[in-house]
């Protein structure tokens, strides 16, 4: 738009998973405000803190400040990086990755993106490693975010598509909180609860989780669980429920399979050991499985708590093996819904952008998933070789496996657990490459080459929410400096190493001839064509007329499909839902008399991941002004610690110095660090001895062994006066 020409644009905003609608309001140069969209159905005109104030991280000073606005680069470690032209930036990255490629093999190359990038942003990235270089090494911060939840619906309902929609919040008759301090981490999404909650008060809430929350505290039953015990609650609801008649013998026998197997498992987890095991009361367990069993409509809500874990695949299955045997799915106001962290790890999910995932939700270990993306691409094949996924990519990076490492829209020099080893691979890499909106992340100051970035409020593309809803926007501002689009990043490097690697030369096309993302789009509509997510009917003119829409949206369709599996049929070879036998594994680290804490992270209500864009508006410091790690009153006066006492928070891998503060949420033997802030605001240091490196020093990189998501949750620690 011309500079002085007041515009209203719609858009998303770009924090977390409830995609809220944002109307932008702007100058043409600068963004002047931001309000809810009424039409959007995910929020109606409503923000929360941090979407209400967006438009305070796109000023023109801040740009100037925090931006990475032209191309850096630097031939010696120990260097500077100096500014360098687009032109001679992306010939030699095209040399250097060909070379590596020609020398180690196309698995020598590595890529680490984000579920903040757009789904067309994330299409190409994805063409690009597993299309021209060759390598599955291609995985995503929603690894550290929705792979568990991923593994937990492919593994019982055969297609990673959460079956619920917002809707189903006014039509439930129980809300089962699990896992996610929703009135923080989703809080609009939170809001519609409260209002539906006011609107009917037959609508009961049960939370479980190890600290009462905001949200905790506005349940009719809290069940103040023991971290990671979550398998051992649901299998204890199950085995309540069978006790006491209240499976739905009728739907497990016509839409389910493996039913005995499982029934066989949870016998053993009888109240008594169930209550014991998480730390609850007996009744209080009870009281969950009858409300659970009874009601006409549950709907389950969860997030990280069941996701961030070395058991996160067992603890999401366990939770819809009891949807399944109770039926509840597939109806109004019922179904396991998983509550997305990230504004497209869904896109993300959708395009297939990561180490074991191929286009549609297509699997990369099946052959014939890998010979139709080959076709639709038109290249030879797809390679078989499993990539790293996003612990073992930079475990690669450390012992030398993977030489280049490029890294997109994201900091895991803040977000990898167990940043001493994440330091220490960035170190070793031969050749990181970040690509970033921001200069100022940790993981920037890694960077050979630094790739500027678009970001919110200047891109265009598509984004889907947690309840399968893609939204389209377009640009409100220009491209600040010589900052690019991802999308155009990506094709543009792409372009040149298919020279280099001899493409075209045959006769072959250029497997990115796209001049805008629209045509990315139409070609990752097509390959959902047949899938569960069939999205061929849905255009940009279609999002544009109508609005955001949810899928799958097939050829024809007019509209959307709110619910999935009304039918009982699920996207399984025989149609049946699976039930996964899972059984109770405690943490990966038990607190003991070295470490007798048991350490869980979290979001705050006002901080957002890294705090690269809300740590720029000081208003949102207002609700949390520091780090701080909060413990019981008992545990804090039985060390003689006051509020405010600065303390060692010690791991096996690391140690921070926090202020303390009592909290009468925290059981004894707990403690609670927000996760957001980073080593600019907190000392202390890793096991490698450089610098505090944030929360994650102290937290363990084990992960689930089908979900591969590590566990950033829980960790054992010891607390000392410093
Ligand atoms: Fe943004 Fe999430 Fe807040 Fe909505 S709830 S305004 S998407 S941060």
Redesign the pocket.
């Known amino acids: 738009p011309a500079a002085g020409a007041r515009t209203e644009t719609k858009a998303?905003?770009?924090?977390?998973?409830?995609?809220?609608g944002?109307i932008v309001e702007s100058d043409g140069q600068q963004v002047t405000g931001v309000r809810?969209d009424p039409d959007h159905p995910?929020?109606f005109g409503?923000?929360?803190?941090?979407?209400?104030t967006?438009h305070l991280t796109a000023s023109p000073v801040l740009q100037q400040q925090v931006r990475a606005l032209h191309p850096e680069m630097r031939f010696r470690r120990d260097a500077r990086r100096e500014r360098a032209s687009w032109e001679s930036t992306l010939d030699y990255l095209a040399r250097h990755v060909d070379e590596t490629v020609r020398r180690h093999g196309p698995d020598s190359i590595g890529f680490y993106i984000s579920g903040q990038l757009l789904t067309e942003d994330y299409y190409v990235f994805n063409k690009l490693a597993k299309g021209l270089i060759g390598t599955n090494n291609i995985d995503t911060n929603s690894r550290l975010c929705m792979s568990s939840a991923v593994a937990g619906y492919k593994q019982t309902l055969g297609a990673d598509a959460p079956p619920p929609c917002y809707e189903d919040i006014e039509q439930a008759q129980l809300l089962f909180i699990v896992g996610s301090n929703t009135a923080y981490a989703?809080?609009?999404?939170y809001r519609r609860i409260e209002e539906a909650r006011r609107k009917n008060p037959a609508l009961k809430m049960i939370v479980a989780d190890p600290r009462r929350t905001d949200t905790a505290r506005d349940a009719d039953l809290f069940l103040p669980i023991l971290p990671g015990t979550d398998v051992a609650l649901f299998n204890g609801m199950l085995h309540i429920c069978l006790w006491e008649d209240l499976v739905d013998a009728e739907y497990i026998d016509s839409h389910t399979e493996g039913f005995a197997e499982l029934k066989s498992i949870v016998r053993d987890y009888t109240p008594k050991f169930v209550a014991e095991t998480c730390g609850i009361r007996e009744e209080d367990l009870v009281t969950a499985a009858r409300w659970f069993g009874q009601s006409k409509a549950a709907l389950s809500l969860y997030c990280q708590g069941l996701n961030q874990s070395a058991s996160g695949t067992a603890k999401n299955a366990a939770l819809i093996n009891l949807h399944l045997a109770t039926h509840q799915i597939g109806k109004p106001g019922a179904g396991p819904f998983s509550l997305t962290g990230q504004?497209n790890a869904m896109g993300g999910r959708e395009v297939g952008g990561m180490a074991n995932l191929l286009s549609a939700h297509r699997d990369l270990a099946n052959p014939e998933h890998r010979a139709e993306v080959a076709r639709l691409w038109g290249i030879d094949e797809v390679p078989a070789k499993p990539g790293k996924t996003a612990v073992e990519m930079f475990e690669a990076v450390r012992t030398g496996e993977i030489k280049i490492i490029w890294i997109a829209c994201t900091n895991p020099a803040q977000s990898m657990p167990e940043q001493a080893l994440i330091r220490e691979a960035l170190r070793h890499a031969e050749l990181v490459i970040v690509q970033e909106a921001y200069k100022t992340t940790a993981t920037a100051d890694y960077a050979d080459v630094l790739l500027p970035a678009t970001t919110w409020s200047e891109k265009e593309g598509t984004v889907t929410?947690s309840e399968r809803r893609i939204t389209r926007f377009k640009p409100v501002l220009p491209k600040p400096g010589e900052a690019r689009h991802d999308w155009e990043m990506v094709i543009d490097f792409a372009r040149r190493l298919e020279v280099r690697m001899g493409r075209g030369r045959d006769g072959t096309r250029s497997l990115f001839p796209y001049e805008g993302v629209e045509q990315i789009w139409n070609e990752h509509r097509e390959s959902t064509r047949g899938r569960d997510l069939d999205i061929t009917g849905l255009t940009y003119q279609i999002l544009e007329q109508q609005g955001p829409q949810q899928w799958p949206f097939p050829e024809g369709a007019t509209e959307g499909s709110k619910r999935l599996y009304e039918d009982g049929v699920f996207p399984t070879a025989s149609g049946r839902a699976r039930f996964v036998p899972t059984v109770y594994q405690p943490v990966v680290e038990k607190a003991d008399a070295r470490f007798p804490f048991g350490l869980t992270t979290g979001r705050l209500r006002d901080q957002?991941h890294g705090m690269s864009r809300t740590g720029t508006v000081a208003q949102l410091f207002s609700h949390a002004s520091e780090p701080a790690v909060l413990m019981s009153r008992q545990d804090m006066e039985r060390r003689m610690m006051a509020d405010g006492d600065l303390v060692h928070v010690t791991s096996r891998r690391g140690s921070q110095i926090l202020p303390a503060l009592a909290s009468e949420d925290i059981r004894a033997g707990q403690a609670f660090i927000g996760m957001h802030w980073g080593e600019e605001y907190v000392s202390g240091r890793g096991n490698d001895g450089n610098g505090s490196h944030g929360v994650n020093a102290l937290t363990v990189a084990a992960y689930c062994p089908s979900s591969k998501q590590p566990e950033l949750k829980h960790a054992a620690v010891k607390i000392l006066k410093a």
């Open positions: 998303t905003c770009c924090y977390c998973g409830v995609g809220c944002v809810g995910a929020n409503r923000l929360c803190t941090k979407g209400s967006l989703h809080p609009i999404l504004p929410n957002w």
